[in-house]
Structures are given as structure tokens and as C-alpha cells.
């Protein structure tokens, strides 16, 4: 089969490797499309990786091909999308019910071999099968769309609540869309970048800001403060101004991978303590039972189109595009949300 491998740090080969040999308990899945992650860019560029050669990719669909003779919740041809994550099952985490937290994990497309070849093997238990209603397309943002509805229900808020998400790249824009959802009032989103912000705009934010442009301090002066703050931008400024601008008893999650030190002036930690502020973290994107209410809540929507990806879907790529998009993403005046490998049909 075709696979792109990751040979070495910024550096991808088309190859031709052996087909993978699935186990009774597995699925082999032919992969349809297969989305490029923000955390799939800091492989390639960066090495963050486990080994190498590798091969990535974690947002998927396809059909099963083959199962193991021990399957019995799919068959062949059924149209599937994947939750990558593959728990241990022994931890304490896992025996509470928190896959998200297991402490020996695998991945696929990280601790091993992804997506980004024509098949890959996959756990039963791994396999959601799609409705007639959600393309092979549509299912490849599947699971970015599970991590904003998982960070969302970290919290509980109030229908109609005012809500402001920074970041308006992927989980940022899903965030939007899951919230709307899930019935939260005006949103406002928050970024730098104004053709990301007018996507948000066009995908139903009540209210864009360039925090370039304004400064929020006396923005959220004039403007209610938000209820909500959901951080998906990851940066360190941001992480910050999320406690600056929530409202007294307001909620903070942040989703965002911290890749700088974060620094909270003594003032503004301070509002964390006299305004009582609940303040949690948002990990992947599972519960129990396995892979989680996220998934099939993440399905249904698209099922019943309250939720859109279409418009997020930005170019398709061929595997022998190798890098191509990895590096178009990576330019600072790149505007695009996701890009997708399409592989099979």
C-alpha cells in the first residue's frame, strides 16, 4: 500500500509498505480522507515525534475493508469514522471512567503508525459507524469536532450565556459551532487574523474582535463581560487576557496547548480569587463509555445538520502531494482552516 512516512524531522517519502495485518479484535479501515492537525504541523517541523519512521494522522474516515473474527459491531463496507485514542484499560484513570487521562496510552497517527496511507488497523471498539446523512468528507472532522464539545462540557453554563472563544482555527471555529449547539447566547471570537474572523462571522459569531486592533481591557468595558471564555488559541497572551475579561463567577476552559511561559500578573490572578472564577482544562476529547458521549453527540449533529462543517474544508490533497500542505499551513498568510488527504473514496 501507499503510505507518506515521516522519515525524519521535515522530511516525507512516498513509500510502498506491507499492508497491516489486523488481529481478531481489530478492523482493517481503508482510509477516505484523512484531516492535517495543528499537532501533526509540530511533528513534521518540529520532530516531535515518538520515533521514526512514522506515520501521521488522526482525523479520518473510511471503509472497513476486513475484520477480525472477533468483531462483531461492523462489517465490511460499512462507512466509519475513528476515535484514535487507544486507552490502556488498566490505569486508575481508565478504571474511573477517564480515558482521556490514561496513563499509558497509545495514538493513532502519533505512538503508532496513522492514517496518511491507503489502510490502516484499527480496535473494534475504535470504529463509529456513519449515517447515510454524514459524507466520508464530513467524517474527517469528526474528531475536532469531539474536542470542542468535550472542552464545552467541562463547564456547565446557562442557555444563552455570553460566550467568547479565542482562536479562530480549527477547534476554535468547531468551538463555535458546538456552542451554538448547544443553545449559548452572543459569542464573540477572538483572533488575529481577519479572513479567520470573517469565516467565524459567516458561521454565525455574533461579534468578531481583532485584539490587534482593540484592546479588550476597554472592549469588554463598554460590552458585557462574557459568562463563558473558552481559550483554543494556545498562545500565552491570551491564556492571560481569558481571566482578564470573564465576568465575576464567570467560567474559563482552556483548550489551547500552552508552548510558552505563561505569566499571570498579580492582579489579574487576583481577579481569579474576589471574583470567584472557575477555571478548568480540556483534554482530547473521551469519556465513558469508551469512546464517549462526544463522539456520538459529534456524529448527530452533522447527522441532523445542526452543525456544518462544510465550510471549514478548505483543499484536497493526494498523498503524493507529500508536504505541500503542511508548508502552505505553515505561511504566515495562509487563511485556511483545514486541509484534508484524500485518499480513498
Not at 517519502?13 to 509540530?42: M, W, Y
Not at 474511573?96 to 496513563?103: I, Y
Not at 481591557?217 to 481571566?243: L, M
Request: charge should be negative; glycine fraction near 8%.
Amino acid at each position: 500500500m501507499k503510505a507518506l512516512v515521516l522519515e525524519s524531522k521535515a522530511t516525507f517519502a512516498l513509500r510502498d509498505i506491507e499492508k497491516p495485518i489486523i488481529s481478531n479484535k481489530q478492523v482493517l479501515v481503508k482510509v477516505a480522507f484523512v484531516g492535517i492537525c495543528g499537532s501533526d504541523l509540530a511533528r513534521f517541523f518540529e520532530g516531535k515525534v515518538h520515533n521514526y519512521p512514522t506515520i501521521l494522522g488522526h482525523e479520518f474516515s473510511g471503509v472497513v475493508e476486513q475484520v477480525g473474527s472477533e468483531v462483531t459491531a461492523v462489517q465490511n463496507g460499512d462507512r466509519v469514522a475513528v476515535a484514535p485514542l487507544v486507552p490502556c484499560d488498566q490505569c486508575e484513570n481508565c478504571q474511573q471512567g477517564k480515558p482521556a487521562l490514561c496513563e499509558h496510552y497509545s495514538f493513532i497517527g502519533s505512538r503508532q503508525q496513522g492514517a496518511m496511507a491507503e489502510y490502516v488497523a484499527v480496535d473494534e471498539r475504535n470504529i463509529l459507524v456513519l449515517p447515510a446523512e454524514v459524507s466520508n468528507e464530513e467524517a474527517a472532522l469528526i474528531e475536532p469536532l469531539t474536542v470542542a464539545i468535550h472542552g464545552i462540557e467541562r463547564i456547565q453554563f446557562h442557555a444563552g450565556a455570553a460566550v467568547v472563544v479565542f482562536g479562530a482555527g480549527t477547534i476554535g471555529i468547531m468551538t463555535l459551532l458546538a456552542l451554538k449547539a448547544r443553545g449559548a447566547g452572543e459569542i464573540t471570537v477572538i483572533d488575529i487574523n481577519e479572513d479567520k474572523l470573517k469565516i467565524a462571522k459567516e458561521l454565525g459569531a455574533t461579534y468578531t474582535v481583532n485584539s490587534l486592533q482593540v484592546d479588550l481591557n476597554d472592549y469588554f468595558t463598554t460590552h458585557p463581560k462574557p459568562k463563558v471564555v473558552i481559550e483554543t488559541a494556545g498562545v500565552a497572551q491570551t491564556q492571560v487576557q481569558s481571566i482578564e475579561i470573564v465576568d465575576k463567577l464567570g467560567k474559563v476552559v482552556y483548550i489551547g496547548t500552552a508552548v510558552r511561559e505563561v505569566t499571570f500578573p498579580p492582579q489579574v490572578f487576583e481577579r481569579i480569587l474576589r471574583g470567584e472564577i472557575e477555571i478548568t482544562g480540556s483534554w482530547m476529547s473521551y469519556s465513558a463509555p469508551f469512546p464517549g458521549f462526544e463522539w456520538q453527540a459529534a456524529i448527530q449533529y452533522l447527522k441532523e445538520g445542526v452543525v456544518d462543517v462544510r465550510p471549514l474544508i478548505n483543499e484536497h490533497y493526494r498523498l503524493e502531494d507529500q508536504e505541500i500542505p503542511f508548508i502552505k499551513m505553515r505561511d504566515p498568510k495562509n487563511h485556511a482552516i483545514k486541509y484534508l488527504y484524500k485518499i480513498g473514496e
